[in-house]
């Protein structure tokens, strides 16, 4: 098999090469680098392309891609696996969810289009989009913080064809956390917490290349990375790139379809109390969660605005923040049970 060519990276059939793709450069003049391992296998096929840390506040993926390489022979894998396990160093080092250069975080259109000639931020992803131009499968890992259930986020309306459409959901279906179908909310859901359309799995399938966006857990024990590691793999197993089988993931899924819904929101103001565990299915009108006022008493009972499931309960700001909420905020994310 032929040497694997993509930006500066050369790498033999059979062999994993650890390398930086230099993005941009500080004000001090310290290069910034996105770390990239390419693991090129004995023999032909699919080329997955893994991003960690896409906001730099969610090194779960981070974790995940760097137990994953140590799991994998290259003389047993079929077609290459390219590793970013960290995408935006701007970020990542700072441990804020945006780059503080510019405050673009990269699950904005960093891609598609690409800008070498913007911002920090847009530099970055226009070197990480020469590893979309040679990749034939896509998947973004990021993470939210607990309580929350690990989920994955398929983008169908986004797809290029049907055939796209067809390995993303079977992309999902091997990754093995609970699939929600993703489509932005006609209530102002968008402009509240960030489009659907502009995630890079979402712009990647427009364009051609099958891709999941998977939501792991925070946790700094097992649960968190180790279910990204057994997700990847599996896909993997899937794509025929590992002669593996697929085997069920660590944290049991829901069954059903699922779509996307929007958020809860508080009224009131106070310290957030969620009451339902994430990932269970509750019906319409159950109590999701309390809002507690400074005298210890129930100012708000936040209700399920449909029937379906919380995955997660939000923070003030996206990885940070706390749950003390001012009024009218964004608490949870809700999927609802039905297509
Ligand atoms: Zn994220």
Redesign the pocket.
């Known amino acids: 098999m032929s040497v694997f060519e993509v930006g500066p990276f050369r790498i033999p059939a059979g062999e994993l090469r650890h390398d930086r793709l230099t993005a941009t450069m500080s004000a001090s003049g310290q290069i910034v680098g996105v770390p990239v391992s390419i693991m090129h296998g004995a023999e032909p096929g699919p080329v997955l392309l893994v991003t960690g840390a ?2 730099g506040t ?1 090194i779960t993926g981070t974790r995940t891609l760097l137990k994953l390489i140590e799991r994998i022979d290259p003389a047993r894998l079929r077609g290459t696996l390219i590793s970013v396990p960290v995408t935006n160093p701007l970020a990542f080092d700072r441990a804020t969810y945006a780059s503080p250069e510019d405050g673009i975080h990269m ?1 904005m259109p960093c891609y598609w289009p690409s800008d070498p000639a913007g911002s920090p931020t847009l530099r970055i992803g226009a070197q990480i989009r020469k590893l979309f131009d040679v990749a034939t499968h896509y998947i973004d890992l ?2 939210n913080a607990e309580p929350a259930v690990p989920m994955s986020m398929e983008f169908a309306d986004e797809c290029s064809s049907p055939e796209v459409r067809e390995v993303q959901r079977a992309m999902a279906e091997a990754f093995g956390v609970t699939p929600v179908l993703m489509t932005d909310p006609k209530d102002g859901t968008a402009e509240r917490v960030g489009s659907v359309e502009g995630q890079p799995a979402a712009a990647a399938s427009a364009h051609g290349i099958p891709g999941l966006m998977v ?1 792991l857990l925070d946790e700094h024990g097992h649960q968190g990375y180790e279910a990204g590691v057994r997700g990847v793999l599996n896909v993997m197993s899937k794509l025929g790139m590992l002669a593996d089988p697929v085997v069920p993931q660590l944290i049991e899924r829901l069954h059903g379809s699922f779509t996307y819904h929007g958020v809860l929101t508080s009224l009131e103001s106070g310290v957030l109390f969620p009451v339902c565990e994430p990932g269970t299915v509750v019906e319409q009108g159950s109590v999701v969660a309390h809002i507690v006022g400074m005298d210890g008493s129930v100012v708000e009972e936040v209700k399920m605005p449909v029937t379906g499931f919380v995955w997660a309960f939000l923070t003030t700001a ?1 990885g940070g923040g706390s749950f003390a909420v001012p009024e009218g905020h964004a608490i949870g994310f809700v999927a609802a049970a039905g297509a």
């Open positions: 896409t906001h969610e699950g990021h993470n939501e996206p």
